[in-house]
């Protein structure tokens, strides 16, 4: 069976369908962001950040769902991929296939949460050689970034969060500097940044999904080529403020689906890097875990001590 990458998930083929595919288990990197059928501008483009745009929501683009509960009410996919079953429906633009050599428990981090951290220092921001880097919240995907930083060449990256263990896990991944915001006192997170880089970070991720932290990232940055790049996701209607100033002043803010990854062609590249030693995957594994203790999954990840915790169908 060929291997394929699932969203945040692994399978391998076990046969095509008319429309898409039916995986069972085994390797594999999924596209979650929809492609319109026919435009190649959206499935290889610069453009590639549009996520599902021709499905009803939670389902694939022909309109339907596979899957009925007990009573036969549909059941919809999340991000059209639903890799938390046995045997899912997918279709073929939403799945990349990936170099054997990579196991499959190393492959599915690349489906969304790794890549989607080091796509965001790599496609997004560009982060430059010798450049300062700050971070704020040092989850999977905030630890993603700065592997991504790493990788980029960045000199100074600054990791903030509320947890102390985070900093000495950060180091593993190019962190050099932390900021525990119950130590600030009365002061600002982004006064704290300021006084650490003399007038502000080149760039600032935001990888917690609140959009007062989003505000306080901005003002984080350094006036004239700040760069904030939001990868967090606040709830549907909230609002962030910035001072307009700064932006005619040459500050910037820009969103981050995916890490800005073309899938097709960019996963091929991390799993590249990865097999070359280049980039970080096992470090990013704290848990292992068969299905019957998906719920202590989820613990782990509520109590903040997982990063990623690999969940597997046949144990």
Not at 198 to 227: H, V
């Amino acid at each position: 069976m060929r291997s394929l990458v699932l969203f945040d998930g692994q399978g391998s083929r076990e046969r095509w369908g008319a429309r898409g595919l039916r995986s069972a288990g085994g390797h594999g990197c999924a596209d979650v962001r929809g492609a319109l059928r026919g435009v190649r501008g959206l499935l290889l483009g610069a453009e590639q950040r549009v996520l599902a745009a021709a499905a009803p929501a939670g389902m694939p683009r022909d309109g339907t769902t596979r899957f009925s509960d007990a009573a036969g009410e549909p059941l919809h996919n999340f991000l059209s991929v639903s890799s938390f079953c046995e045997y899912t429906v997918v279709d073929v633009a939403h799945l990349t296939k990936v170099d054997p050599a990579v196991p499959p428990e190393k492959a599915c981090l690349l489906s969304c949460g790794i890549s989607t951290g080091v796509g965001a220092a790599w496609k997004v921001a560009a982060v430059e050689p010798g450049s300062t880097v700050a971070i704020f919240g040092l989850g999977a995907v905030g630890l993603a970034v700065a592997e991504g930083s790493r990788l980029r060449g960045a000199t100074r990256i600054i990791g903030v969060d509320l947890n102390p263990d985070k900093f000495e896990i950060g180091k593993k991944f190019g962190i050099t500097d932390f900021v525990n915001t119950k130590e600030i006192g009365e002061k600002s997170i982004s006064d704290v940044i300021k006084e650490m880089t003399d007038g502000g970070a080149d760039y600032c991720f935001e990888c917690i999904g609140l959009a007062s932290l989003m505000s306080e990232a901005f003002r984080s940055s350094r006036l004239g080529w700040g760069k904030t790049i939001v990868l967090g996701v606040d709830m549907n209607g909230s609002s962030i403020s910035i001072p307009a100033f700064e932006i005619l002043r040459g500050k910037s803010v820009i969103g981050s689906l995916f890490g800005g990854i073309k899938a097709k062609t960019d996963i091929p590249v991390l799993v590249k890097q990865y097999l070359n030693k280049e980039l970080q995957l096992d470090e990013f594994i704290t848990h292992e875990l068969g299905f019957s203790d998906i719920n202590k999954a989820f613990d782990l990840l509520e109590g903040g001590k997982s990063l990623r915790c690999i969940i597997w169908m046949d144990r």
